[in-house]
């Protein structure tokens, strides 16, 4: 079997008395997973892990098989492999063409490349015909797309997303979904942190469930949400049921 692009190997974090992420070991398989649990579980901070933006406390971190334990996150951006954020903040006065280029500019020192890359990017992820447009008037779910787009622009093997449906409504949602499908269609392996289960039932061949800084369930989204452990902590009997429909809709022919 080929190397997981990316290894975590009991890593763990913790802020204080806090213990954040407690002895996490995963192995990310291709195409697209997601990471979820509830409001506090460590998600992020597990991000930030993987991604170079705080060191762990134990445990090693590994990337196309190098141990790149700690190493800063415009490294591990340079080798292709990059996170977006929950909280968006483009450069408001910049228009979405120059934001999108700041990506581009990882691979590309010229202006004018890193322009025609952010083009071709923002096609990509329904962008196009924004281009001109400052970053600061585009509305929540442009955001979303724009920060997809400057991840992209950084040619990634790995694309870290936290959250990137968070704040869209239903539509966006729908919307948003097969622009994400495609991302991994096109040979980029995704690990999404996403609490709109919806859309980790779409999207996710596997998924790793974190509460109180630790793992405590992984396999297909139909496992996971009828993992009693996974009810407890995170969905409740409800939303699991309501899941449990949706997935039996979603296999009959
Ligand atoms: N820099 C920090 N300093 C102190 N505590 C922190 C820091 N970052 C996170 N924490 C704490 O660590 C725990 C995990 O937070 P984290 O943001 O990783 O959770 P999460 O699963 O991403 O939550 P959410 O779904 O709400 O985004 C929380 O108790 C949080 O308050």
Request: charged share 20%; glycine share 10%; aromatic share 4%.
């Given at each position: 079997?080929?190397?997981p692009?990316?290894?975590?190997?009991?890593?763990?974090?913790?802020?204080?008395?806090l213990?954040?992420?407690?002895?996490?070991?995963?192995?990310?398989?291709?195409?697209l997973?997601?990471?979820?649990?509830?409001?506090?579980?460590?998600?992020t901070?597990?991000?930030?892990?993987?991604s170079?933006?705080?060191?762990?406390?134990?445990?090693?971190?590994?990337?196309a098989?190098?141990?790149?334990?700690?190493?800063?996150?415009h490294?591990?951006?340079?080798?292709?492999?990059?996170?977006?954020?929950?909280?968006?903040?483009?450069?408001?006065?910049?228009?979405?063409?120059e934001?999108?280029?700041?990506?581009?500019?990882?691979h590309?020192?010229?202006?004018?490349?890193?322009?025609?890359?952010?083009?071709?990017?923002?096609?990509?992820?329904?962008?196009?015909?924004?281009?001109?447009?400052?970053?600061?008037?585009?509305t929540?779910?442009?955001?979303?797309?724009?920060?997809?787009?400057?991840?992209?622009?950084?040619?990634p093997?790995?694309?870290?997303?936290?959250?990137?449906?968070?704040?869209?409504?239903?539509?966006?949602?729908?919307?948003?979904?097969?622009?994400?499908?495609?991302?991994?269609?096109?040979?980029?392996?995704v690990?999404?942190?996403?609490?709109?289960?919806?859309?980790v039932m779409?999207?996710?061949?596997?998924?790793?469930?974190?509460a109180?800084?630790?793992?405590?369930a992984?396999?297909?989204?139909?496992?996971?949400t009828r993992?009693?452990?996974?009810?407890?902590?995170?969905?409740?009997?409800?939303?699991?049921?309501?899941?449990?429909?949706?997935?039996?809709?979603?296999?009959?022919?």
């Amino acid at each position: 079997m080929a190397e997981p692009l990316l290894q975590l190997q009991g890593v763990s974090k913790s802020f204080g008395g806090l213990a954040a992420v407690r002895d996490v070991s995963l192995e990310l398989p291709p195409g697209l997973s997601a990471l979820i649990g509830p409001n506090g579980a460590g998600k992020t901070t597990l991000f930030a892990l993987m991604s170079g933006f705080l060191a762990p406390d134990a445990g090693r971190i590994l990337f196309a098989g190098e141990d790149v334990t700690g190493r800063p996150p415009h490294l591990n951006a340079r080798r292709g492999m990059t996170r977006t954020f929950q909280i968006v903040q483009p450069f408001a006065a910049q228009t979405v063409r120059e934001n999108i280029a700041v990506g581009a500019h990882l691979h590309c020192p010229g202006r004018g490349e890193a322009l025609a890359q952010a083009e071709e990017v923002a096609r990509r992820v329904g962008l196009a015909a924004l281009l001109d447009q400052p970053a600061g008037e585009l509305t929540v779910a442009g955001r979303k797309r724009l920060e997809l787009a400057r991840a992209l622009a950084t040619r990634p093997r790995l694309l870290l997303l936290d959250e990137v449906l968070a704040g869209l409504n239903p539509q966006e949602v729908a919307e948003m979904l097969p622009v994400v499908r495609s991302i991994a269609d096109q040979g980029v392996t995704v690990l999404m942190i996403e609490h709109v289960m919806q859309a980790v039932m779409h999207l996710a061949g596997h998924v790793w469930v974190l509460a109180q800084g630790q793992l405590i369930a992984s396999g297909t989204p139909g496992e996971v949400t009828r993992d009693e452990r996974v009810i407890e902590a995170y969905l409740g009997h409800g939303t699991a049921q309501r899941l449990a429909k949706m997935a039996v809709a979603e296999a009959a022919p």
